[in-house]
């Protein structure tokens, strides 16, 4: 497997129905990660977006999915808590789960919200599945919208990991989710994106399937140039 820097990827919503719609009835893989996301990770997941963002009045997580993280950091903090989602399925799942929180259907790429209006943005599981092009228009606009920190959890570049991908990609014949999803360690993202600054929290708690980038977003304001190809 190389470690490539802009490995091609299916983020369609195709593909994301379908890893919804398995709850109901498919594979036992995407039940046990379904059913791990709501009792275990979730959990995980939220304490380490209390500690490595710290406290806040407003919370956003981009990719929501069906809003279990935001869930527990609203009944947590009792902050302000918006999800934004792409995939429709998962949106109205997110509506019904994630009741005390606002989940938006719109694209992470264009954020349908002003300048400076949360104080931690935060995305897990979504950055993997961008291109290099896509990932850099996130990272502007996820400085464009946060005042005190952005957080990006994705997973790691562990053998277990790189396992359990070669397997579905290989054995299960699968793309999207748990089969591309570009793996991480500290020293590629660094490769990615030269020179800007971040912090790097490796997760243990997650059975070391996943890792943080912790930034500013002034300094990536400062970072990227006002254009982007995809403006
Ligand atoms: C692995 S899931 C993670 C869901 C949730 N964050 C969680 O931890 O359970 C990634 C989510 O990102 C969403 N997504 C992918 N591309 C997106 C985009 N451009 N804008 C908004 N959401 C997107 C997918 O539909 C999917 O629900």
Not at 121 to 126: E, H, K, R, V
Request: aromatic share 12%; with cysteine; charged share 20%.
């Amino acid at each position: 497997m190389k470690n490539q820097l802009n490995t091609p990827h299916d983020n369609s919503v195709e593909m994301w129905d379908k890893y919804y719609a398995s709850k109901r009835g498919s594979p036992m893989f995407e039940k046990i990660v379904h059913y791990g996301r709501k009792i275990y990770f979730g959990d995980v997941f939220a304490r380490n977006v209390l500690k490595l963002g710290g406290q806040a009045n407003s919370y956003l997580e981009t990719g929501a999915g069906t809003g279990t993280t935001l869930k527990q950091i609203q009944q947590q903090t009792l902050a302000r808590c918006v999800g934004i989602e792409k995939t429709p399925l998962a949106h109205s799942l997110g509506v019904q789960n994630a009741k005390n929180c606002e989940i938006i259907l719109g694209d992470a790429l264009a954020l349908p919200l002003p300048d400076q209006s949360f104080e931690v943005a935060y995305s897990l599981g979504l950055f993997e599945h961008f291109s290099l092009e896509e990932q850099q228009q996130f990272l502007k606009e996820q400085a464009r919208v946060a005042t005190k920190k952005i957080l990006i959890e994705v997973p790691t570049r562990t053998p277990h990991m790189m396992t359990i991908m070669w397997f579905n990609r290989k054995i299960r014949g699968l793309k999207g989710v748990w089969a591309d999803d570009e793996l991480f360690t500290k020293q590629k993202f660094a490769q990615k994106f030269p020179g800007l600054e971040f912090n790097y929290h490796f997760d243990w708690a997650s059975l070391a399937m996943t890792c943080w980038f912790v930034l500013d977003p002034q300094i990536v304001r400062d970072y990227f140039p006002k254009q982007t190809p995809l403006n």
